[in-house]
């Protein structure tokens, strides 16, 4: 089945502490996107990747980090520089052909909840 | 700036019956995409439909389809027969097609399908 898989479903972090939440896709996309959802609100894109190796910040990327070192792997770390991290979050993919431009639609995951405990 | 703006941040419709949500963007680019995207209480984002701003035709997906301005920027969801699983939040996104910008969402429409 092909599709975009985040783990852990719910996450607590304590004061003080850097937590790593896991996106996985093998849907092929070159583009990966995360996004922070607050309640009542829409969403917030903190990091995004069009390529291996490479990630841009997006709107709130402060106190938080990304790596891609593989297509398939874009996993996300809430530092604790990060003084609400309490939200919902999720991450996207889409198919981004270096040389056609723009974004095509993307593909979003179940999603992480991250409690401060 | 790009902006998505959905202007009814809550609504409600009997089963069976028909609704539309409404939603108005702003860009200066030509080319773009637009999307519809339901969020159930699961708080999974799932793509319903999308359109792309060079087609003139509007896009229909079973029981969901758009009514697209490109004049007015205007892309309304109209869901027609409602279900109960229709409830759910629902955003609107824009995405532009020849730079790589991000996509932009909308702040959401909650619809309560009421049995």
């Known amino acids: 089945d092909g599709g975009i898989t985040q783990s852990p479903k719910y996450l607590f972090r304590k004061e003080g502490q850097n937590v790593t939440l896991s996106c996985e896709q093998n849907l092929n996309h070159d583009a990966m996107y995360w996004y922070r959802q607050d309640p009542g609100q829409g969403l917030r894109l903190i990091y995004y990747?069009?390529?291996?190796?490479?990630?841009q910040k997006g709107d709130i990327a402060e106190g938080y980090s990304v790596s891609r070192e593989k297509k398939e792997s874009f996993p996300l770390t809430v530092t604790s520089a990060q003084k609400n991290p309490t939200a919902f979050y999720l991450c996207?993919?889409?198919?981004?052909?270096?040389?056609?431009?723009?974004?095509?639609?993307?593909?979003f995951g179940p999603g992480t909840r991250l409690l401060v405990l | 700036a790009q902006t998505v703006t959905q202007s009814q941040p809550e609504m409600s419709v009997q089963e069976a019956e028909t609704v539309t949500l409404s939603c108005t963007y702003d860009?200066?680019?030509?080319?773009?995409?637009l999307f519809w995207y339901k969020q159930p209480p699961s708080r999974q984002m799932i793509l319903v439909i999308r359109q792309e701003a060079y087609k003139q035709q509007n896009a229909t997906e079973n029981r969901f389809s758009v009514n697209f301005q490109k004049a007015a920027k205007s892309f309304s969801l109209k869901i027609s027969d409602s279900q109960l699983g229709d409830t759910a939040m629902y955003f609107c996104?824009?995405?532009?097609?020849?730079?790589?910008?991000?996509?932009?969402f909308g702040p959401g429409t909650s619809l309560s399908v009421i049995p």
């Open positions: 860009t200066s680019e030509n080319n773009y995409y």
């Open positions: 996104a824009f995405s532009p097609l020849e730079s790589y910008d991000k996509v932009i």
């Open positions: 990747s069009q390529i291996v190796n490479d990630f």
């Open positions: 996207a993919s889409s198919i981004d052909q270096i040389g056609t431009g723009g974004q095509e639609t993307q593909y």
